[in-house]
């Protein structure tokens, strides 16, 4: 194994983080900087790694649905949808049209508390308290309907595998429409307060650009992707849950301004499109909502039979509001527990376009630029790195070598 | 240059405050002294914002019907239920239970339920009110 050294920086380095006052999660960046402009950026994940794969492993996987839910703390039905999808095909669960239409709903509902929450976050890094105040004051609404419905502001455990607990009753279509409505006045509001304020525009336009061909090549997800042109969402190119039923398109900066420019600015836009977007499929979801049962197999403990005699892997994707989050699992017959479970977060994904996003821009814009990604930190990281000052690359010809290595102590240890 | 939060900062002056003071609506020298003389009848508090109908509480446990099936250990996510060899009964420590009703839909007795209560704070995570038995 080849030891590599650390380069050490030319100009001026400095870090920010792995706590830092403009951070909201734990992560660290090295820069390069040359008086105020960064000349080179770089990030270290891995501070806030917390074992909840391992731990999913433990238990039987009704039991790894809600910890799945509490992988992330603002997107809560995205991993527990992810994960129920990748356990029904592996146990080839059929899951109840109902249900498919509950899951969007709530998943819609979720996508405009998770942006109204970011709008937040944005405008505090700005410095723009105010907006802060008001989007998260009109984001109580959404919370609170979520709370009517599925009985919890975050961890609505509405999901089970094979279905949903909760049915959404005509009774309580008269409350959500309210706060459809009122969700439209908001929307206008924030949009002029978002778009047409001379202080955001300052801040944001050209500020952390990602260009679609950087785009391209660095592979983001949802909005970040979306905000630099590139047309991506899970929703419309691999419909799953009843996302098929609706007429639904992919959200660029374009359709509001006519341009997509790749700026922070592009992605405030692209956010607050989507909040609309969401309205009118909860409406459009609403409208058509289908008659039948809820759950598969409605007594957990047959399900928890099922699940248990049943072997293979499979991958379960949904569109969270940050962009697509996959779940790897594999069951084997005979255990209650996942024998393997890889969560991949969205933000994973948008890491890396950090990078061209803070080269060249000054130090005062990284809280928002790091922001703009709208990033999950705890949800992403997988890993703990022990020693990261030791940095080693692992040619294919040493992964052979050791391979062979492990085989030949394997086949000594079964001659004995 | 254009400030359209200056209009909605301008109308916020005149609108009631969007939160619930609770418990009480200016902050007291000292919370035990309010709850105190709320005790005595000297005070009141400001009531908490009204819950949902089917909120996710704290649990409840019918004893009587419970018959030790042990159904409800395995499907909770966060252990909280400890099962009592002796009585073959169970209890649920409110501390860890993280409220998802999953207990509740596989208990074949229905002896178990999620109440709309939801004011579980305290200093010791085993005090009476936090163990359900």
């Known amino acids: 194994m080849k030891t590599i050294e650390v380069k050490k920086p030319s100009g001026y380095a400095t870090q920010i983080g792995p706590a830092h006052p403009a951070l909201k999660e734990p992560v660290m960046f090295s820069l390069d900087i040359e008086g105020e402009r960064i000349r080179k950026a770089d990030f270290v994940p891995g501070m806030a790694h917390r074992g909840v794969e391992w731990m999913g492993m433990r238990r039987n996987c009704i039991q790894t649905m809600y910890l799945a839910e509490r992988i992330c703390g603002i997107c809560g039905i995205t991993h527990s949808i992810s994960f129920s999808r990748a356990v029904e095909q592996i146990a080839q669960i059929q899951v109840p049209n109902r249900a498919h239409y509950i899951r969007s709903i709530v998943g819609e509902l979720e996508r405009i508390h998770s942006h109204l929450l970011w709008a937040g976050v944005a405008a505090h890094e700005l410095g723009f308290d105010s907006a802060f105040y008001l989007a998260w004051r009109v984001r109580e609404n959404v919370m609170d309907l979520l709370e009517y419905l599925t009985g919890n502001r975050v961890h609505y455990a509405i999901i089970q595998i094979g279905g949903v607990r909760r049915d959404i009753v005509p009774d309580q279509f008269p409350r959500i429409e309210e706060s459809m409505k009122f969700f439209e006045g908001a929307y206008a509001k924030l949009a002029a307060v978002f778009l047409d304020d001379t202080t955001v525009q300052m801040r944001c336009r050209d500020c952390g650009v990602l260009t679609t061909d950087e785009a391209r090549e660095l592979c983001p997800v949802g909005p970040t992707a979306r905000a630099s042109g590139i047309k991506k969402d899970v929703r419309v190119d691999h419909p799953y849950a009843a996302y098929g039923d609706v007429e639904i398109e992919y959200q660029t900066p374009d359709l509001l301004t006519g341009e997509v420019r790749g700026d922070v600015y592009d992605r405030i836009v692209t956010r607050l499109l989507e909040v609309k977007q969401s309205i009118g499929i909860v409406r459009q979801l609403l409208a058509m909502l289908p008659d039948g049962p809820l759950l598969a197999i409605p007594k957990p403990a047959v399900l928890l039979a099922k699940l248990k005699g049943v072997a293979g892997e499979a991958v379960g994707r949904h569109e969270a509001p940050r962009g697509e989050v996959m779940h790897y699992v594999r069951l084997e017959a005979g255990k209650d527990e996942p024998a393997a479970w890889k969560v991949k977060a969205s933000s994973y994904s948008n890491y890396m376009a950090w990078i061209p996003m803070m080269e060249g821009e000054q130090i005062a814009d990284i809280p928002i630029i790091a922001a703009s990604i709208d990033p999950c930190i705890s949800c992403t990281d997988r890993v703990a790195l022990v020693r990261p000052d030791v940095r080693q690359i692992v040619t294919k010809e040493e992964l052979h070598r050791l391979s062979v290595e492990k085989t030949r102590r394997i086949q000594a240890g079964l001659a004995k | ?133």
């Open chain 2, 1 to 133: 240059m254009s400030f359209p939060m200056v209009p909605e900062l301008l109308g916020s002056l005149f609108k009631k405050p969007n939160t619930n003071p609770f418990p009480a609506a200016q902050l007291p020298p000292t919370v035990t002294g309010l709850l105190e003389k709320v005790g005595k009848g000297e005070a009141s508090l400001n009531p908490p914002v009204p819950v949902p109908e089917k909120l996710r509480g704290k649990m409840t446990y019918n004893r009587e019907t419970c018959i030790g099936c042990k159904l409800c250990l395995k499907v909770c996510p966060a252990h909280a239920i400890d099962f009592i060899e002796g009585t073959k009964k169970i209890r649920i420590f409110v501390s860890q239970c993280i409220q998802c009703g999953q207990c509740t839909e596989i208990c074949p007795k229905q002896c178990l339920a999620l109440s709309g209560e939801f004011l579980n704070a305290s200093h010791d995570r085993y005090a009476d009110e936090l163990v359900v038995d």
